[in-house]
C-alpha cells in the first residue's frame, strides 16, 4: 500500500486508526529498542496497519521466532497478507481477543507486545482491559511498547505496569511519545 492509499484508508477510519500517516522509520526503530529479540521468540503486535512495523519487527526476529499481529481494518489486513514471511501469523480480529488467539497459536506467552492501537480514543474500561490482558499475557521481564500522540496516558501504564518510561519521536507526523512498560514480579 503506498502512501498515499493510506492516507485515504486512514482518514475514511479515523476513528479507528487514530493517525492519518503511518509510522516514521525512526519510530518503528524506537518501538523495538527495548525488545529482547535474542532471547524471544513469541512476538505480538497489535494494530498493525499496511504493516510498515511489523517489517521492523520480523526483521530483528530470530528464524524460529513468531510474531502474530492484529488488525481489524480489511484493507490493511490484505496488505499483511503481502508480507510473505512464514513467521507472520496474522490475525483480523479486534486485539481485544488477544487472550484467546495467543491460546489457538499454542504462544505459552508473549515475549514483548508492541501496541499501535488508537488506546486514547478507545473507551477506558475497554483500554484496561486491553492493557491488562497484555501484562498477564507477558512473560516476567517481557515488554510492551505503545505509540500516543500526546502524553497522557503515561500515569495509566505506570498504575498497570508498575513502572513506564516515556521517549518523545520528533521524526514522525504527528510528533509521538512512545511509552515503555514491563512486566515485573513484584508488580500485581
Ligand atoms: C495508528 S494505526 C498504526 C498502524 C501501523 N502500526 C503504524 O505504526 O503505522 C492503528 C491501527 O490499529 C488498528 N486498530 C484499531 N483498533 C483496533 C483493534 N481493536 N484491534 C486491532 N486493530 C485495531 C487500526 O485499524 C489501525 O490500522
Known sequence: MNYYQFLKNSIRHIRTTGTITRSSRTTCKMMIRNVDFGRGRYFVELGGGDGVMTRYILRAMHPDAKLMTFEINPDFVRALHKIDDPRLIVISDQAQKLPHYLKVHRFPHAD?????????????????????????????????????????????YGYIFGNVEMKFVLLNLPPAFIMYCQKNHEHV
Open 112 to 156: 514483548a507486545i508492541i501496541s499501535s492501537l488508537p488506546l486514547l480514543v478507545i473507551p477506558s474500561d475497554e483500554r484496561t482491559a486491553i492493557v491488562q490482558a497484555c501484562r498477564e499475557s507477558l512473560r516476567p521481564g517481557g515488554t510492551f511498547s505503545q505509540i500516543h500522540y500526546s502524553p497522557t496516558l503515561k500515569n495509566f
